[in-house]
């Protein structure tokens, strides 16, 4: 199936911890981002990468960072997790910038 | 930051009825994306609009970009059950970049 792909689906650690979650894409999609979904289901970007290259980088913690091994994968590393990282993230991908994204089906994270 | 305000914030419908959506905003958009998200998955793209005063339809959905391209519009004729979602706009300011700012939201309920 063609479709951008997160792991995993859930996500439950304690606070402190170090996580990371996997995308991948077989779209053949230049640009890959991510999204964090909140409790109020408000959508925000956090980053976006186009052929390996960070092009948008919001106002994140740096505890949050992202790698693009390359242009079909990208990554979210998580350092010492807190209550407020717990989310949904959503990971998606486009073919340039101009016709809107597809997204994968989320990786629900909690921390505790 | 930057936000799309959707009206209404959350609908209940009998099924049949017509649904209408939108979402406003202070500044002007050059393209207008309408999403679908169901429980547990992520957004879905159900219409893409590029020029101000588009009307398009994708089935039984159909969308409009406003004229003065600061808001955009949309309709489900005839609702059934499997309508229940949030449905997201989404907004690019600039044409070419890679970012859409989302939309508040509009979550339908149908009542069959």
């Known amino acids: 199936d063609t479709a951008v792909s997160q792991t995993p689906k859930y996500l439950v650690t304690q606070m402190g911890n170090d996580k990371s979650i996997k995308c991948e894409q077989n779209?053949?999609?230049?640009?890959m981002y991510w999204y964090k979904q909140d409790s109020k289901k408000f959508l925000k970007i956090m980053f976006s990468?186009?052929?390996?290259?960070?092009?948008i980088n919001e106002t994140v913690p740096n505890r949050f960072s992202p790698k693009s091994p390359d242009k079909a994968h990208l990554n979210l590393h998580i350092n010492s997790l807190e209550l407020g990282d717990s989310a949904v993230y959503f990971c998606?991908?486009?073919?340039?910038?101009?016709?809107?994204?597809?997204f994968g089906s989320g990786t629900r994270l909690t921390v505790v | 930051g930057q936000q799309l305000n959707q009206s209404p914030q959350s609908m209940f419908i009998q099924e049949g009825e017509d649904v209408s959506m939108n979402c406003t905003s202070s500044?002007?958009?050059?393209?207008w994306l309408w999403y679908k998200q169901e429980p547990g998955e992520g957004p879905v793209l159900l219409i893409a609009?590029?020029?101000?005063?588009e009307l398009t339809s994708n089935g039984r959905l159909t969308a409009q970009f406003g004229i003065t391209r600061k808001d955009s519009f949309l309709n489900i004729s005839a609702s059934i059950p499997s309508d229940v979602g949030i449905y997201f706009c989404?907004?690019?300011?600039?044409?070419?970049?890679?970012?859409?700012?989302f939309g508040t939201g509009t979550r339908l309920k149908v009542l069959a």
């Open positions: 779209l053949g999609h230049d640009t």
């Open positions: 990468y186009n052929n390996k290259e960070l092009i």
């Open positions: 998606a991908s486009s073919q340039g910038g101009g016709r809107g994204y597809t």
């Open positions: 609009l590029y020029k101000a005063g």
């Open positions: 989404a907004g690019q300011l600039t044409s070419g970049t890679y970012k859409y700012i």
């Open positions: 500044s002007i958009f050059n393209t």
